[in-house]
């Protein structure tokens, strides 16, 4: 009986340590394709994003020189790396776990998938699969963003149109992001707004949102999803932040700042001491002298009185 | 004596021949080795020249300033080297509107130390020598533990630099405090006024002195370091000056560190690299200072370290990753 429940709870630990070292992706991101068919071009775009953002980890691929971490990241051409599918590798990379950063926000999805097909490069085997483009119920052809800001509602709207049958129109249920350029990447503002049937989306832009000394700040409007509509984003400036102005931070007079910069007080109040200790000793020293004065002139005065 | 004279005439004539002789052919050598050295000099010439000029197919992957991969022509190359002066004058400017500020979300850290590591591979030092280090807190007995990165403050108000005497240390216009090695006398007067207990004092030869031989000091790297002399943490200011977040904020496994300008009211996560704004984030978050009180006015913020994710495993456990 001991025996059974020792042998239950030993199974039941290593199932548990398997488990929490599987890498569980969800099953449509698993099923998920790359929009674009791999080639030359995109392993060598891929290569050169592996180089910069994987290889400091995860070494050469095929090479087995991965940096020795706990735990060790897998090689790229390792068949522990390449058993994964295509949408689960693109998940791992965007997510990532533990001591694997998330990409999701440094690169684009058209990156990530460059990735994936530098990886695909050292499998033989590896055949690949393209998704059919997504349809949205139309055919998405030469899709395009418009940017309108609504001064009076301090929104800002969003337009989505494709061609059909030669001729525009709107592109409904498409869903939008817009982002603000800040130094060290983008601020998304006011989450993700799906576009209605007049392919309008309507974001609020945040209050007191500061932009430069003119109010301007860049916008970034991207789909969310890059597979259905490609690497159609749209770049703009638009003075709708708040101007922002700061003087330098060292700007002021203070005690900490440079020689020129003194407070007045300090400046003041060391002249004021300087100049009467100064004063003062003078004022002793011509005191001294005339004393010294009178007293020659005493002494004259005697010695001509006696002759 | 006749036959002598008879012998020796037409000697001596033979030598006036044999002298125009030598005069004649050593122009017309001249002329010929002259031609052939102009020829063979030409060719050479031509040689080198092709040899300048050819294409060469050997290109060398750089990484511009902009952050761009690209491709040049290994013999297109030109070393430049940034002079001293002109080092320190950008390091004493410091970037133009800007306001660096960075945010501590003591929820998350739970000691990987990869910032420590990070900084100390980036300003060359010893495994003991910190310009950010994690300290163990409990505020009183009956109070959860928990970890707390301290860097330098780059306080608005800064004591160290109102004490230095030669103006090593200073404030620039976007906030950072840096330490002029080549300034430094070494006082200590900085340290005794800081109250965070930011800076340390090279006792000894710097790690890296033979490797860092030659190399043109700089400023906002602290690189050479420099014996008998201060140094702290700089938030990275060689980093931010290319546009990318500092040594410690980017190593962060954990999401610990935020960094940003509180002018555009944005901080980015060095592990996630979502974008927050500042603000926000400390209103939603009870952001707060290190000893107010003093009226240093710190340029890093920090979180409470509330709703943690782990359980704080006390002084043993060195380096606990997420897994």
Known sequence: MKISYLLTAIISLVTLQVSAQEWVVPAEKSASLSPFAFSDSTRKAGGDLYNLNCKSCHGDPGKNNAVKLVPMPPDPASAQ?????????????????????????????????????????????????????????????????????????????????????????????????????????????????????QGVAVFNFPKGLPGDSLGFVQLQLKPVDETAFGEIKVDTTMAIGVPTYRPPLNKERAMWNVVGKTPIWLLLTYLITVLTVWGLIVYVMLQLRAIYKSGEEDDSRSKSKVE | MNDKKLTTEPEHTKKMEDSSNSRRTFFKRFGLIGAAAATGGAAIYTGFEYEVSKPNHDFVKVLTADNKLVEVPRDQIKNLTMDLTRKQQQGRDGLA???????????????????????????????????????????????????????????????????????????????????????????????????????????????????????????????????????????????????????????????????????????????????????????????????????????????????????????????????
């Open chain 1, 81 to 197: 790396l390449q058993g994964n599918s295509d949408g689960a590798m693109f998940h791992k990379v965007a997510e990532g776990r533990g001591l694997m950063p998330a990409f999701k926000n440094t690169l684009s999805a058209s990156d990530l998938w460059r990735v994936v097909s530098f990886i695909r490069g050292f499998n033989e085997k590896y055949v690949q699969e393209v998704a059919q483009k997504l349809s949205l119920g139309t055919s998405l052809e030469n899709v395009k963003f418009a940017i309108n800001w609504n001064n009076e509602l301090n929104q800002l709207q969003v337009t989505v149109t494709a061609l059909k049958a030669l001729t525009r129109q709107p592109v409904p249920g498409a869903e939008m992001k817009l982002s603000v350029r800040r130094y060290f990447g983008n601020l998304q503002v006011d989450g993700v707004h799906t576009t209605d049937n």
């Open chain 2, 97 to 323: 509107g800007r306001r660096w500020v960075m945010v501590i979300d003591l929820a998350k850290c739970r000691n990987a130390r990869k910032c420590i590591t990070a900084c100390q591979g980036a300003h060359h030092l010893r495994p003991y020598e910190y310009h950010i280090n994690t300290l163990v807190m409990q505020e009183s007995e009956n109070t959860a533990p928990y970890y707390m990165p301290k860097p330098c403050q780059h306080c608005d108000n800064p004591p160290c630099v109102a004490v230095c005497p030669v103006d090593a240390t200073f404030k620039r216009q976007d906030g950072i405090v840096l330490i002029d090695n080549e300034r430094c006398i070494g006082c200590r007067f900085c340290v005794a006024a800081c109250p965070y207990s930011a800076r340390m004092f090279h006792w000894e030869e710097p790690l890296q002195v033979e490797a860092d031989n030659g190399v043109t000091y700089d400023i906002e790297l602290n690189v050479p370091q420099k014996k008998g002399t201060i140094s702290k943490c700089l938030f990275s200011a060689d980093r931010l000056r290319e546009g990318k977040l500092p040594y410690c904020v980017s190593s962060c496994p954990n999401g610990v560190y935020y960094f940003g300008d509180e002018n555009q009211d944005a901080v980015t996560n060095g592990t996630t690299k979502e974008t927050f704004r500042l603000s926000q984030l400390l209103k939603d978050n009870g952001g707060y200072h290190l000893m107010p009180e003093l009226g240093t006015k710190p340029r890093v913020y920090y979180l409470p370290p509330k709703n943690r994710l782990f359980e704080f495993n006390g002084e043993g456990d060195k380096v606990v990753e997420q897994g």
